[in-house]
Nanobody
Framework: QVQLVESGGGLVQAGGSLRLSCAAS????????MGWFRQAPGKEREFVAT????????DYADSVKGRFTISRDNAKNTVYLQMSSLKPEDTAVYYC?????????????????WGRGTQVTVSS
């Protein structure tokens, strides 16, 4: 079992930055691929970024490439999402997710555990 708790969300102006954190509990964190997803009001949950078990592989949605960076610290059981050049369309609830595989992709079904989410609001 893996429990995930997100933090770091908030209100920021367009062009600003935020860093989200996801603290994980459970012995399997260091061998689990991790991902970030987001869900805006009235829209489906969508993939944002993923990182493999070691941090050596990452992938991003086209909409955030060059602006967001996913990373992890296995010693701290934490995964991060550094968000820069934020846009109003980035406004959403951001969810952390863990897979039981070393590497995972952009599909929601690849992930087995989910946090409750943290709200990010970008004002124009």
């Amino acid at each position: 079992q893996v429990q995930l708790v997100e933090s770091g969300g908030g209100l920021v102006q367009a062009g600003g930055s935020l860093r989200l954190s996801c603290a994980a509990s459970g012995r399997t964190f260091s061998s689990a691929a991790m991902g970030w997803f987001r869900q805006a009001p009235g829209k489906e949950r969508e993939f944002v970024a993923t990182v493999n078990w070691s941090g050596g592989y990452t992938d991003y949605a086209d909409s955030v490439k060059g602006r967001f960076t996913i990373s992890r610290d296995n010693a701290k059981n934490t995964v991060y999402l550094q968000m820069s050049s934020l846009k109003p369309e980035d406004t959403a609830v951001y969810y952390c997710a863990a897979a039981t595989m070393f590497i995972a992709g952009l599909n929601i079904d690849d992930y087995d555990y989910w946090g409750r989410g943290t709200q990010v609001t970008v004002s124009s």
